[in-house]
């Protein structure tokens, strides 16, 4: 059984090392970009992904000063949306009743990003769209380079992953690891962690 759990973290330490830093400075100018032009950060997910969000928002939120938000933290709206016109437009509504703009940006967070053929989130797919017809930022952190965020986003960090079977759980772990690298980046942070 130590078995997995050596290959686990030998996984980890692979695919930090293989992490593209240049890619994640342009996502760091991005953000600084949407801060001073006093836009929002609306932080899309799914799933595990969505739980990323909320903390990721508190993190952009108290220590950088970006004005950002998590519909999915919106529970009412979000299920009231789900039951009334079905899933595949939560965020894509949320959006339009938000008026984002240029001025904005997205950060969607998902293993997958969404794919037309295969049906899979296409409520990110729908939030994307909406996005492009706005000129909203949209940026990315996923674990698959062939979803729909991958191909669509204007700065995606693709997380390198050779063993699928544990797509979801380092894409979920590495998407913490990654906007936290952005919150204490240097560009980024103007408020001190109390640790």
């Given at each position: 059984m130590t078995e997995h759990s050596a290959n686990f973290l030998l996984e980890?330490?692979?695919?930090?090392?293989?992490?593209?830093?240049?890619?994640?400075?342009?996502?760091?100018?991005?953000?600084?970009?949407?801060?001073?032009?006093?836009?929002?950060?609306?932080?899309?997910?799914?799933?595990?992904?969505?739980?990323?969000?909320?903390?990721?928002?508190?993190?952009?939120?108290?220590?950088?000063?970006?004005?950002?938000?998590?519909?999915?933290?919106?529970?009412?709206?979000?299920?009231?949306?789900?039951?009334?016109?079905?899933?595949?437009?939560?965020?894509?509504?949320?959006?339009?009743?938000?008026?984002?703009?240029?001025?904005?940006?997205?950060?969607?967070?998902?293993?997958?990003?969404?794919?037309v053929e295969k049906n899979v989130s296409i409520n990110l797919i729908n939030a994307i769209k909406q996005a492009k017809k706005n000129k909203t930022k949209v940026l990315g952190i996923v674990g698959k380079h062939d979803g729909f965020t991958a191909k669509n986003a204007d700065v995606v960090i693709t997380i390198p992953i050779e063993n699928k079977n544990n797509l979801t759980p380092h894409s979920e772990s590495f998407q913490g690891i990654i906007w936290h690298c952005l919150v204490s980046h240097p560009k980024l942070k103007i408020n001190p962690t109390k640790w």
């Open positions: 980890v330490i692979d695919i930090a090392k293989k992490l593209d830093a240049a890619k994640i400075e342009i996502l760091a100018d991005e953000l600084l970009e949407i801060r001073r032009n006093s836009g929002r950060l609306f932080i899309i997910g799914v799933g595990g992904s969505a739980a990323n969000s909320s903390h990721a928002v508190n993190d952009f939120r108290k220590l950088c000063g970006i004005d950002a938000i998590a519909p999915t933290d919106n529970i009412a709206e979000i299920t009231a949306r789900t039951n009334d016109e079905g899933f595949e437009t939560i965020f894509s509504e949320y959006l339009k009743v938000s008026k984002n703009s240029a001025k904005d940006g997205i950060l969607i967070l998902s293993v997958g990003g969404g794919s």
